[in-house]
């Protein structure tokens, strides 16, 4: 059961936790349609015909707002492990209320007063910014984001991939994965961090990975099995006046941290190999329905004149969904890297696009950067060759003439073939143009921050990039020179601080502050006003407004499914599976089908339904979604990526990859999965790793050949 604060602990900060959450999905579970006519959903229908033009401007206001609620939320919590991994301390608590809890495996935290000195001294070790020979990336990924029915409180589920080590001294290398279950409030109009909880999930060092965690005591022939802490719900906080927080421990290693916690972080379960289920901040029922109420009757009227509000709203609602388009793109790009397919990536880049990769210089223009992508091999992969390019949800800023857009993600690179390879880390500051066809890549320009030989890893091994070709050099050099791990560099984000508005606080002397007028200039300037229409514009296309917001809700919705089904698939928890499918639905995984309509059973007896036993590990990674949302958005398809690890404490472990395409209805203003369709890529032994992996045949006999499922552009 996860850990929970006090009465005492949370005055006057967040309410407890574990009765904040049960009323919020009872009443997400149970609210469909609000008084006066208005549906709840997007995807039922704003307002009903009878509504005048005023009415329904008020409602679609609303619903804006609450559409770009579940977007900020989303950019709060990248924007977190952003300033975590190069440790930019002082914009990190920012994101915090003044009251915030954190809840860390070093314990629990309470108030920015003690999350500071936790952040500053306890992690980043007194300095800002990320030491030389020190490397430690934050990976958040895999969102379900939901906000309470009154728009006012926000929960978020996130999985974690963190990688720490040093190359100072012996060196070492570790990574872990954890999943994080956060609270959010919106605090004079700003949201922020109220109640974090991190869950570990699993550990180990590079070189052993999870295949060194102890197996659990065996029992006594006969005993009854020792009970699982499975979809527990957290316990209740004490009534006021109970027992006031115990203080942390007099001796251990909590009292000889910087700054001490709370008390202990007390987890009932640490995950892998003691077996437990963290409670989930989202009902399977409504996962597809992110935002229960678009608009509620407290909501305000709008203001002035409904042409000129309805003309502000159609500009909000196409950010919207140039946002989510550019995500898709951005991910696209990913994809068709992972294959070589360099024609297809080329394809993505508007006619004066640039390329820049690390310290290798700049190529300008589709068909130089199409003959620069094979400067990482010919078009193609060849036989047993991987070459995995995992982005982790980009944070995209639309610029105010909604003409351009950036976006700022984290990669990792998994390059192998023939038993030797690469493990790579980095960070990607694209830059996106929309054309009369759409939204092309205007830019690519990635900053590796890691690189090191596979078998050796990070804690051994630290290479620096490569620089410009002389078979093919570049139009011109890098447009910044930096040396990367074991030295550090700070890529400069794009980006304000989403709860200060303020350029990101780098180290003294730090190279990125000098793009901070250029940040200004692009984050923080407001779009142009738009310009008004009249009352019967505004009549004619209100209903076509409504529809587009459909469609932007639809992309948060889509992604929030696809992610509670690797959730699911982690826990084996088919119940709550089968709450996310849609009536009658087909799967396909690997060349094993479903009957039709057997959607349900099929994965029961695949998987059973009892959950994963103790001693066991299943991580199954959905993320990277290419999202397509149907012109009337009553249907989507997405293509996302697989990253797989199983193991048995103790005992063998495996990894693997593949690809997702699958379909998403709205049955009953709720997104449901339609069809699943996966398609294996890779797999190995955890000791073979991907420099040694086989790749998949899909269910084919007598299939050796990589199968690849092509992307939808």
């Not at 954890?178 to 922020?192: H, L, M, S, T």
């Not at 950010?319 to 397919?341: F, I, M, P, Q």
């Not at 300008?364 to 400067?375: D, Q, Y």
């Amino acid at each position: 059961m996860a850990s929970t604060l006090s009465a005492a602990e949370t005055a006057g900060g967040s309410q407890a936790h574990g009765m904040d959450r049960r009323r919020f999905l009872l009443t997400q579970a149970s609210l469909v349609v609000l008084t006066g006519g208005a549906v709840s959903y997007a995807g039922v229908g704003l307002a009903a015909p009878a509504l005048d033009l005023d009415d329904r401007v008020t409602r679609l206001e609303a619903a804006v707002s609450r559409a770009e609620d579940i977007r900020a939320l989303k950019r709060l919590q990248r924007s977190y492990s952003n300033y975590l991994e190069l440790g930019l301390w002082k914009d990190l608590i920012e994101l915090f209320d003044e009251n915030a809890v954190g809840d860390y495996p070093a314990g629990v935290f309470k108030t920015r007063k003690m999350l500071w000195p936790h952040f500053f001294n306890n992690n980043g070790r007194g300095i800002l910014g990320v030491e030389n020979g020190r490397i430690m990336p934050h990976i958040s990924f895999q969102p379900v984001v939901t906000l309470s029915p009154d728009g006012k409180t926000g929960y978020g589920r996130w999985k974690i991939f963190a990688m720490l080590g040093n190359l100072n001294g012996a060196g070492s290398a570790s990574w872990n994965g954890a999943i994080y279950e956060n609270k959010f409030a919106k605090v004079d109009g700003v949201w922020k961090i109220v109640d974090l909880h991190f869950h570990s999930e699993w550990g180990g060092g590079y070189d052993v990975g999870w295949t060194n965690v102890r197996a659990p005591a065996p029992r006594e022939p006969g005993a009854a099995p020792p009970p699982r802490a499975a979809r527990a719900t957290p316990a209740a906080a004490p009534a006021a006046g109970g027992a006031a927080p115990a203080a942390a421990p007099a001796g251990g290693a909590f009292s000889r941290l910087a700054q001490p916690p709370v008390r202990p972080h007390n987890e009932a379960c640490e995950g892998y190999a003691v077996k437990c289920v963290f409670p989930y901040s989202f009902a399977s029922g409504v996962v597809g329905r992110p935002i229960p109420a678009l608009w509620a009757p407290g909501d305000a009227a709008p203001s002035g004149d409904a042409g000129a509000k309805f003309a502000d709203l159609m500009q909000r609602i196409e950010r919207l969904n140039d946002e989510a388009a550019v995500v898709s793109l951005n991910n696209l790009y990913g994809h068709h890297t992972d294959a070589k397919e360099w024609d297809q990536v080329a394809a993505l880049f508007a006619d004066d696009g640039t390329l820049e990769l690390g310290q290798q210089g700049v190529y300008v223009g589709r068909a130089r950067v199409r003959k620069a992508l094979e400067l990482d091999g010919a078009q193609g992969l060849s036989p047993g060759e991987v070459n995995d390019h995992m982005d982790f949800g980009p944070l995209v800023t639309v610029g105010p003439d909604g003409k351009t857009a950036k976006a700022r993600g984290v990669s990792l690179w998994f390059l192998g073939k023939d038993g030797k390879g690469q493990v790579q880390q980095g960070i990607y500051e694209n830059s996106f143009t929309k054309t009369g066809s759409g939204w092309k890549i205007a830019s690519i320009h990635y900053y590796p921050r890691m690189i090191s030989d596979a078998a050796k890893g990070w804690g051994k091994d630290g290479q620096q990039p490569r620089g410009p070709s002389a078979g093919f050099p570049p139009d011109r050099g890098p447009s910044e020179a930096y040396e990367i791990y074991p030295k550090g560099y700070f890529p400069p984000l794009h980006y304000v601080n989403p709860v200060t508005q303020k350029p990101s606080q780098y180290p003294d002397g730090a190279p990125a502050q000098k793009f901070d007028a250029a940040v200004i200039a692009f984050s923080a300037t407001k779009p142009a006003a738009a310009k008004p229409v009249s009352r019967a514009t505004a009549q004619a296309r209100i209903a076509a407004a409504e529809v587009a917001l459909e469609r932007a809700v639809a992309f948060d919705a889509a992604e929030n499914v696809i992610s509670a089904y690797g959730y699911y698939t982690d826990e084996k928890d088919t119940a709550s599976m089968d709450n996310i499918l849609a009536r009658n639905p087909t799967i396909m995984l690997a060349g094993d089908a479903s009957g039709p309509g057997q959607g349900g059973q099929f994965l029961k007896a695949k998987f059973g339904d009892d959950g994963q036993p103790a001693g066991t590990m299943m991580n199954h990674l959905v993320f990277q979604p290419v999202i397509r949302v149907s012109a009337d958005a009553k249907s989507a398809s997405v293509h996302a990526r697989l990253f797989e690890m199983t193991g048995v404490a103790q005992g063998a472990a495996t990894w693997g990859a593949g690809v997702y395409d699958d379909t998403l209805v709205r049955e009953d203003g709720v997104w449901k999965l339609k069809s699943i369709r996966l398609t294996r890529t890779w797999g190995s032994t955890f000791k073979d790793g991907w420099t040694k992996a086989v790749v998949a045949d899909n269910g084919r006999a007598g299939g050796s050949g990589r199968a690849r499922t092509r992307t939808r552009q």
